[in-house]
C-alpha cells in the first residue's frame, strides 16, 4: 500500500515506504544482510547481494526519487562518490561544462580525478545561459549546474540553461544540495538529474555522508544503476535509513531554515563592520526575481563579508558560541566557516580572487536555534573583529 500525494510533507514521509510485511512495523527495519536467500537458482525476491540492492537502501531511493519528481533514486555512499559514479557516464574526449563556483569538492574531481582520464570541464558564470551556449563544443555531453552556488550564492536559471543544454543533445545535472527538493526541483524544470550531498540538508543532522542521484530518464538511469553496482560506492543500510528518517522532517526544517536566515541577513546587512550580504532573498541580492520565481523560499546559507580582512574573520571565528566553526552545512546546529581558507582551499588562489572569495568572506549555515540567540552570538563575535 502506497501512499500517493502531490504534497512534498506527505512524501517525505510516506513515498516508497510502508509498514513492513513481516512484522507490520511501521518504520523501514535497517536490513544489514550482504546477501538473500534464492529459492534456486536466480529466484529471489528482487534481492541477491546487497551492493547490488538492498531494501533499506532502496526504500530511501524511491523516496527521494518522488520528492525530486523523479522515477529513479540511486544512493551513494557521499555526495562526492554519487558526482564521480555519474561522470563515469562520459568517455574520454567528452566536454563537461560547470558553474564557476561550484562546491570545492566538485571542482577537484572535474579537474584532477576527470581531466586526467580525458575528460575537460569548461568552467563558465552560468548566471547568463548565453555563456554556457558559447562554452559549449560539439563535445559537450554534460552540463553541471550548481544553484545557488557554493559560497557566492549566485543563482543559476535551471530552465534556461536546460533548454540551451537540451538543445545540444547535452545530458543536465543540477547539484541541488542547497536547495533541496523544498525550494527547488531541477527534474520540473527540464533537467535530467539531480545530485545531492545528503551529508547536509536531507539527511540534516550532521551525521551521515551520503549522495543521490535521481532522475526521470530510464536509458540514463539503467546506466547508472549499471555503474552504481559496478563501482559500489553504494549508501549502507544503516545511513540509508539515518536519512531516510532525516528527510521525514525535511519540509518543517526547511522552513525553519529559511526563515532564520532571512531574519539574520537582513541584520547582518545593518552592521557597521559587515562590508556585504550575501543571500538571495535581500533585495540587494542582484538575482532576487529569479530566486523568487524559480525558489520556494531563500535558503538557509549565508555568506558576508567582515571589514579588516583575515585577521578579523580569525577574530570573528574564534568568538562565536552558539555557531560552530567547522565546514559542511545543512544541519540542526549553526555553523560558520571561511572558505578561502577552509571549503574552498582546494581552489586556487586567483581563481578564488576572480569570484570574490577574499579574505574576509565568511559562510554560514543556519541551524534550528533560536533566532535571537543566532542573532545575539553574531553581535558578540562581530564586536570581537571589530576590535583587531
Ligand atoms: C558537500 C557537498 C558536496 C559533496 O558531498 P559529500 O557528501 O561531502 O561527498 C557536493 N556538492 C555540494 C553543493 C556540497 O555542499
Redesign the pocket.
Known sequence: MAVESEHLETLAIHAGQAPDPVSGAVMTPIVLASTFAQDGPGVHKGFEYARTGNPTRNTLERCIAALEAGTHGLA????????TTLLHTLRPGDHVVASDD??G??FRILDKVMRPLGIETTQVDMGDPANVEAAMTDATKLLWI?TP??PMLKLVDIAAVAKVGRARGAIVVV????ATPMLQRPITLGAHAV??????YLNGHSDV???VIVTNDDAFAERLRFLQNSIGAVSSPFDSYMVLRGLKTLPVRMERHCASAGTLAAWLEGQDNVEKVIYPGLDSHPQKALAASQMNGFGGMISFVVRGGLPAASALLAAVRVFCCAE???GVESLIEHPAIM?HGSVPAAARAELGIDDGLIRISVGLEAVDDLRDDLANALAAAAAT
Open positions: 551513494f555512499s557521499s555526495g562526492c562518490a554519487a558526482m561550484v562546491y569538492g566538485s550548481e552556488t557554493n547539484d541541488n544540495t542547497f545530485v545531492h550531498s545528503m551529508t547536509k555522508v551520503g549522495g559542511s552545512l545543512g571549503t
